[in-house]
């Protein structure tokens, strides 16, 4: 099978990263309990949008890993392929 390793590794390295933020931002998701007043609210609503646009952007790190590893599989050189030559200029 024609596989890259180093954009493999690359891809499997931000997707497992990318998993345990997303799992740590999960776990400290900010919440409310009864009685807050209105300064509380606003500021819990904030924390929580910051939050949920954190968890947005380790998805986006997480579909380009996945992508990095689906590339992987077809990026390397086949062995019979042509290689490139460099003319050196006529001075």
């Known amino acids: 099978m024609l596989v890259d390793k180093k954009i493999f590794v690359g891809g499997m390295a931000m997707l497992i990263i990318g998993t345990i933020i997303m799992i740590n931002l999960n776990l400290t998701m900010p919440i409310g309990h009864a009685g807050m007043t209105n300064e509380e609210i606003i500021d ?3 924390k929580q949008k ?5 968890n947005t952007l380790v998805g986006i790190l997480i ?3 996945f ?3 689906l590339i ?3 990026a390397r050189r086949r062995k ?4 490139k030559e460099e003319k050196k200029p006529i001075v």
């Not at 910051?50 to 954190?54: G, L, M, V």
């Not at 019979?80 to 290689?83: L, M, N, R």
């Open 44 to 46: 819990l609503m904030m």
């Open 67 to 69: 992508m990095l590893i």
């Open 63 to 65: 579909g380009i890993g």
């Open 72 to 74: 992987s599989f077809g």
């Open 80 to 83: 019979g392929s042509p290689k």
């Open 50 to 54: 910051e939050n949920q646009e954190k």
